[in-house]
């Protein structure tokens, strides 16, 4: 036995190199299965949740490697974007911060100095993920087929992509409002945060921003409700910001500095030319659009400069926040002198009903406040207030006649029509921002910009949609919820912007140079060239080589032969070499990945193989996996925080960590980083190797016992159960099985006295066997402590193997009367002088039997039943117990499996018990009789043995 876990650790990791098992190729012998995760980002050192995704693909190769598959298992990173440069931005600039959390991670000063070029950052980071995570967990994968997005032969795969999209017309340009960083410019925003560093579930929403006339002024507003103009009866200003005048072709706006900024990335000819105080407007009157009506500027401190311009139409009617600061305003004597107003302004402001909506009166606004309780302006259940009235309003409300010629529109139709009158007379214009802040990886804000010439994927073809949609019903998807929704979801996907201009790593787009094809667009097909990128890691090929008419080749198999060989100068033997091995190893089995990829790079992958590659290569199965949390969200590598790696390896072994994550919670439901509960998995293997150290102690070979059947039928049933598990990568099942259950097994084994060694060593076999893909480290030394033969990472997999009902139900009825029998005495607090146990009467077996039988038929219910029994005059005689007791196993027997009940009519209850009695009486400490219900003169002062029914003897003590 190795001293140390580590010490183990390396041991295997050697002997499994040693012996290449890592390495994958093609067999057309052997079943292929093909597997990976989604490969991560190169923004920082990985940590303990990642872990969590990546182990189970290696448990779930190694399983399908001993169920006699080939498997490839390649592994990867993704350095697109500006993840690499913003690190190495941090590090120049010796930030303390990210200083600190590199050195926590081992990072010497040498090594931080290289880092400050990002190029060097992303090889630094390779090697620490290969070798300081991958191998150090023990995964067999195919380092030859190590790639990054960086490499230049990887980068011409991509160029190919483009090129069939191209193809397909998939590609197409046109205007677009893009989120961009000042420094890196257009940015991803979405949940996975690959370019970004906070606001990930940020949305783009369009505003119209109307314009008030004020002398030689415009006063513009930003709107999500166009339709309301009809009962606009104020404008607000904070009092307490200073606005800025900011020149828009013949007009001057006043605006927010916040919303100034925004617009000149929206909008040309935008210049600030001068401030004003939001104090010295209010009391100013101004033109309303549309209406064109006269109204006051009141103040307002809930106009926040920045979101939309920070100024504000104002709508009591239908506006939660613009009824109560009205009243507010109206309300406070102090109004007037502390700002200049007249009364006969605020007197002039007076609510407009202008939409009808079912349970609401004139003014819904009032009423939704009223109906919450809400007493003062800034509380924060004016929110919810908000969403919910502009919610009925959208969907139930109707313009009423003061609209004019929009009165009796429904409000979603009128919107439009308004907003467009407004565009069209150039009272308004409209204007893009986001929901939430959103903050580059660099550190700047993100904001929405115009862009003349985007390029994008079209995911909104409806050929492609369907096709791929389609595909979807015929792959394996876990969990089953994202299988149902994955349909909406790629329905829902729109144009994406497929290239950025601006301070990037990756791919140039093929067709113009002077963009960058972005990090979700080129993170899709990838899984593909894990199949050919071996043949340029070890130089068969030159990255100039892999032409278009070369993918063309080996992957849709056009073009001859001789004719590409002479274009490229690859030889028709390596050609067909590599087309042969993209036609055994694809389509890709599983893609595993994070639930962050769910609405962006699992339909992006889905996609882009249905866009380019035939139906018998689209993929075969995507898996999602939850999140290792910390105390309150999710850990982040790019943040800083986590456990580190190395450490936690350390501390508790990587086998434990590889139990943890297998068994700690559904694969599809977050998990807060608990140490103490990872140290638990680490005492779990340390009990299961002093126990198969002591089972392997005992040589006895002639000794035997009726638990021997008992425990390979035991183990039997739990190979079949991990076996129909593992068909949906039920991890956790195999885990429970194996460390629990077969663990409890083996200690129910020896507390009956088993101790047959051949016996033993075959379990052995199967429960070591079993435990390899989740701790392979562990099974291997436990493997070597036993003497079998070879390494069990290359031992077969135990077949599923029906097991021995009669054996395992008698043994499961001996556990339930001891557990009875000690419940009994807990609950009651009583130290027995005597324990009887009944078994059943007769009669009540042939109730089993006859129930049994027309369950086999499918006419089990309950009158049925109780029809055939009462046609029996052995059984009809016991009256109202036997329509009580047919009840009872219509019902059970409903909801359970029948095979142990089948079971009970070849075992003698009583004889199975009273030979087990000494050991019963041993476990419970107190004397325990066996009797049966049928025999006459038994001890029984309370009746007890009525109770007995098949399976479930009465108990008595006293």
Not at 101 to 124: H, I, Q
Not at 359 to 387: C, N, Q, T, V
Not at 482 to 488: D, L, M, R
Not at 895 to 913: D, F, I
């Amino acid at each position: 036995m190795a001293s140390s876990y580590r010490e183990m650790e390396d041991k295997w990791q050697r002997k499994w190199s040693d012996a290449a098992l890592y390495k994958a190729d093609r067999d057309d012998k052997r079943p292929k299965f093909m597997l990976i995760f989604a490969y991560p980002g190169v923004t920082g050192y990985l940590h303990v949740g990642h872990m969590r995704g990546f182990s189970y693909v290696d448990a779930i190769g190694r399983y399908k490697r001993m169920t006699g598959h080939n498997v490839m298992f390649p592994v990867g990173t993704h350095a697109t974007g500006n993840g690499a440069i913003t690190l190495a931005s941090r590090i120049a600039k010796k930030e303390e911060g990210i200083i600190g959390y590199m050195k926590r991670n081992g990072c010497t000063d040498d090594e931080l100095k290289k880092l400050e070029d990002p190029l060097s950052a992303v090889w630094f980071f390779n090697d620490v993920y290969i070798n300081h995570y991958w191998k150090k967990f023990g995964f067999l994968a195919d380092w030859r087929r190590f790639t990054c997005t960086l490499y230049p032969d990887y980068k011409k795969f991509m160029e190919w992509q483009f090129m069939k999209l191209n193809d397909a017309k998939l590609l197409i340009q046109k205007p677009y409002y893009a989120a961009a960083c000042p420094q890196c410019g257009p940015v991803a925003i979405d949940p996975s945060e690959t370019d970004i560093a906070k606001g990930g579930n940020a949305e783009t929403q369009e505003y119209t921003l109307l314009k008030f006339k004020c002398k030689d002024l415009t006063l513009v507003a930003a709107t999500l409700r166009p339709e309301t103009v009809y009962g606009q009866v104020n404008f607000w200003v904070n009092p307490d910001v200073e606005y800025v005048k900011m020149k828009k072709g013949g007009e001057i706006w006043v605006v927010s500095p916040a919303a100034a900024k925004k617009l000149a990335y929206q909008k040309d000819d935008c210049e600030v030319v001068g401030k004003i105080r939001g104090k010295d407007m209010v009391g100013w009157m101004c033109e309303a659009p549309m209406i064109h009506r006269t109204v006051p500027v009141f103040p307002a401190n809930f106009c926040d400069p920045n979101v939309g311009t920070g100024l504000v139409t104002s709508v009591p009617s239908d506006a939660p926040d613009d009824w109560i600061s009205l009243m507010d305003v109206k309300n406070d004597p102090n109004m007037i002198s502390e700002y200049n107003l007249t009364k006969e302004q605020i007197d002039s402001a007076v609510p407009i009903s202008i939409i009808s909506i079912d349970g609401y009166g004139d003014f819904p606004a009032k009423d939704i406040i009223e109906r919450m309780g809400i007493k003062r302006s800034g509380a924060p259940e004016l929110l919810d207030a908000k969403k919910q009235v502009y919610k009925d309003g959208y969907h139930m409300g109707r313009m009423k006649d003061i609209c004019g010629k929009f009165a009796g529109l429904r409000v979603e139709e009128a919107k439009d029509k308004m907003r467009a009158e407004m565009l069209e007379s150039g009272e308004a214009e409209l204007f893009n921002d986001l929901t939430e802040e959103v903050i580059c990886r660099c550190g700047n804000q993100v904001m929405i910009k115009r862009v003349d010439d985007q390029w994008f994927i079209n995911y909104a073809d409806e050929a492609l949609t369907k096709r791929t949609s389609d595909h979807c019903r015929n792959m394996q998807i876990n969990p089953v919820e994202y299988q149902n929704n994955v349909h909406g979801v790629l329905e829902w996907f729109r144009e994406r912007a497929c290239v950025r201009q601006g301070n990037w790593l990756g791919t140039k787009f093929p067709f113009d140079e002077r963009w960058t094809i972005e990090a979700i667009s080129d993170s899709t097909l990838y899984p593909l060239y894990y199949v050919i990128c071996m043949y340029a890691n070890n130089k068969e090929i030159e990255p100039e080589q892999m032409t278009e008419a070369f993918f063309d080749h080996v992957v849709l198999q056009k073009g001859k032969a001789d004719e590409v060989s002479k274009a490229t100068g690859i030889s028709k033997e390596l050609l067909e070499k590599i087309r042969k091995d993209v036609q055994y190893w694809y389509p890709l089995d599983l893609n595993l990945g994070g639930k962050e990829h769910m609405t962006v790079h699992f339909p992006t992958f889905l996609f882009n193989h249905a866009a380019i590659l035939p139906d018998d290569k689209l993929p075969r199965g995507i898996t999602v996996n939850w999140y290792i949390t910390g105390k309150k969200s999710k850990i982040s590598k790019s943040k800083g925080g986590a456990q580190p790696i190395p450490g936690a390896a350390e501390m508790f072994g990587v086998d434990s960590l590889r139990l943890y994550y297998a068994h700690v919670a559904s694969l599809f439901a977050d998990v807060e980083w608990d140490e103490d509960i990872v140290m638990s998995y680490r005492q779990r293997l340390d009990k299961i190797i002093t126990m198969t150290e002591e089972l392997n102690s005992i040589t006895d070979l002639e000794k035997s016992s009726d638990v021997d059947g008992w425990l390979i039928s035991r183990f039997g049933t739990h190979m079949s159960i991990i076996h129909e598990s593992m068909k949906k990568f039920d991890l956790r099942s195999l885990a429970s099985e194996t460390y629990f259950e077969m663990f409890n097994d083996m200690k129910w084994y020896l507390r009956r006295g088993g101790c047959n060694s051949e016996v033993i060593r075959n379990a052995l076999k199967i429960w070591i066997s079993a435990m390899a893909p989740i701790t392979p480290h562990v099974a291997e030394e436990l493997w070597s402590i036993c003497k079998f033969k070879g390494m069990v990472s290359e031992y077969e997999y135990p077949d599923a193997c029906p097991g021995n009902a009669g054996a395992e139900f008698g043994e499961t009825l001996i556990r339930d009367v001891i557990s009875d029998i000690s419940q009994i005495i807990k609950v009651t607090k009583i130290n027995p002088k005597r324990v009887v146990v009944y078994t059943t009467q007769s009669w009540k077996t042939k109730v089993l039997e006859i129930a049994l039988n027309l369950a086999d038929s499918g006419k089990l219910d309950i009158p049925t039943l109780t029809k055939m029994c009462m046609s029996d005059p052995s059984i009809r005689e016991h009256g109202k117990a036997v329509s009580e007791l047919a009840k009872k196993l219509a019902v059970d027997m409903s909801r359970t499996s029948n095979e142990g009940r089948r079971a009970l009519l070849q075992l003698n209850e009583k004889e199975h018990l009273s030979s087990a009695a000494e050991f019963i009486s041993f476990e419970t400490g107190t004397k325990v009789e066996v009797m049966s219900a049928d025999d006459q003169g038994i001890y029984d002062p309370q009746g007890k043995s009525k109770a007995a029914i098949p399976g479930r003897p009465a108990i008595y003590l006293e």
